[in-house]
């Protein structure tokens, strides 16, 4: 549940750091943001998938 806080924080703080650069951009801003966010995120739960593969469970923690 913390991390999960902390994500929706960073995450908030982020957009509004975003919004307040270019109001008239907002949603193209918001937009790409997003699109890297998940980008990023499916890289590291296919090298988590990977890694427990090869090592087993206890490597993937």
Not at 2 to 17: E, F, R
Not at 29 to 52: E, K, Q
Request: glycine fraction near 8%; hydrophobic fraction near 45%; charged fraction near 20%.
């Amino acid at each position: 549940m913390v991390p999960d806080l902390s994500v929706q924080a960073v995450h908030v703080t982020k957009q509004a750091i975003l919004c307040a650069t270019d109001a008239d951009a907002r949603s193209r801003l918001t937009g790409t943001y997003m699109i890297f966010w998940v980008g990023r995120r499916c890289r590291g739960l296919d090298r988590v998938n990977r890694t427990y593969a090869c090592a087993g469970a206890g490597a993937a923690r």
